[in-house]
């Protein structure tokens, strides 16, 4: 995709809100900084946040949620969590972010308690319910879920050297599993745009797959 291409992107994302999902180890995170820069470089004021987090008081709760045992949680505490955290991100970062004309880019939202809750036995069907109290509206104007195998992610998880994984990374691989299948099915029933994009191949592959689907999308 040429530098033309990218800028009638960005002209179209100007003050949209776009996020970023997928398994463990599918590059999300990495995707979502090539996604800034190319939107940066093209002149589009950028913000970026991940979920939870993204706050003081949503990195707390990120830490109740991600550094300890969850073992003893109920999953519909757990959900809600993380409904919390992403409260306050709205009210704090990404609303007023919009409201200013910037384009926000975001590691993480609903879809993704929709898949990992979902894998503990919570409806997603009902976590949309909850969502829908949540956002108050707030959606993503595209959301894209990078796909990628559970062994795949997992490998490159331990490529990172970081010998840090957190309570999701630590659950059992028929965990993960179903985590993947509900990413893909999530298009299905999602309230806002989702689209599947395969996150396998170098950065560079799949970040030009990012583009093409981000300019084939009305937003």
Not at 58 to 76: I, Q
Not at 91 to 103: D, N, S, Y
Not at 143 to 153: A, E, R, S, Y
Request: aromatic share 6%.
């Amino acid at each position: 995709m040429n530098v033309t291409d990218v800028a009638t992107i960005a002209e179209t994302l100007r003050g949209k809100f776009i996020v970023l999902d997928g398994p463990d180890g599918a590059g999300k995170t990495t995707q979502l900084q090539r996604l800034g820069a190319a939107l940066g470089g093209a002149g589009v004021d950028v913000v970026s946040c991940r979920d939870p987090g993204g706050t003081v008081i949503g990195d707390r709760v990120r830490s109740v949620l991600l550094d300890h045992d969850l073992g003893g949680m109920d999953p519909t505490c757990e959900t809600l969590l993380f409904m919390a955290s992403r409260v306050q991100l709205l009210a704090e970062i990404i609303r007023p972010a919009l409201q200013a004309g910037k384009t926000v880019l975001c590691d993480r939202f609903v879809s993704a308690t929709c898949a990992y809750q979902g894998a503990t036995g919570f409806k997603p069907k009902r976590i949309i319910e909850i969502a829908q109290l949540a956002v108050e509206g707030t959606w993503p104007a595209q959301t894209i879920i990078l796909d990628v195998g559970v062994d795949d992610g997992f490998s490159r998880i331990t490529q990172r050297g970081t010998g840090q994984v957190d309570a999701m990374e630590r659950r059992p691989t028929d965990f993960h599993q179903r985590v993947r299948e509900l990413f893909l099915e999530l298009p299905s029933y999602y309230p806002a745009p989702a689209a599947i994009v395969s996150g396998t191949g170098d950065v560079d592959t799949v970040h030009q797959r990012i583009l093409e689907c981000l300019s084939r999308v009305t937003l």
